[in-house]
C-alpha cells in the first residue's frame, strides 16, 4: 500500500485547511501523525475502517476532524482553528492489518500557521 499526503500550506492562525491522504489499495486503520522541528513524532487523529470510529490528541480536539472515503480510498484532516503551535509535517499512515502497526506511511506534507 502507498500513501500520499497532499493539502498542507501556509495559513495565518485561525484558519483552515484541509488535507487528503490517497491510497493505493485496501486499508484497516488510517491514521494522521505529525512531526515539528525539534520535536517528536505526534499522533493527530485516526479513524477505523468500519465503523468508522475516530479517536484525536487532546491537543486537536474540537478542532481537527477526521474522515475517510472508503470506496476511493482516500482519508482527510480538516483542521480549522489552526494555532502557530499546529506548525509541522504531518503524515498519514495505515495499519497493516486489524489491530497491527502503522506499518505504512505517506511522503508528509507540510503545514505552517503563522502568528
Known amino acids: 500500500v502507498q500513501l500520499q499526503a497532499s493539502g498542507g500550506g501556509l495559513v495565518q492562525a485561525g484558519g483552515s485547511l484541509r488535507l487528503s491522504c490517497a491510497a493505493s489499495?485496501?486499508?484497516?486503520?488510517t491514521g494522521w501523525f505529525r512531526q515539528a522541528p525539534g520535536k517528536e513524532h505526534e499522533f493527530v487523529a485516526a479513524i477505523s475502517r468500519g465503523a468508522g470510529g475516530t479517536s484525536y490528541a487532546d491537543s486537536v480536539k474540537g478542532r481537527f476532524t477526521i474522515s475517510r472515503d472508503n470506496a476511493n480510498s482516500l482519508m482527510y484532516l480538516q483542521m480549522n482553528s489552526l494555532r502557530p503551535e499546529d506548525t509541522a509535517v504531518y503524515y498519514c499512515?495505515?495499519?497493516?492489518?486489524?489491530?497491527?502497526?502503522?506499518?505504512?506511511w505517506g511522503q508528509g506534507t507540510q503545514v505552517t500557521v503563522s502568528s
Open positions: 499512515a495505515a495499519r497493516d492489518r486489524l489491530g497491527g502497526d502503522y506499518a505504512y
Open positions: 489499495g485496501r486499508t484497516f486503520t
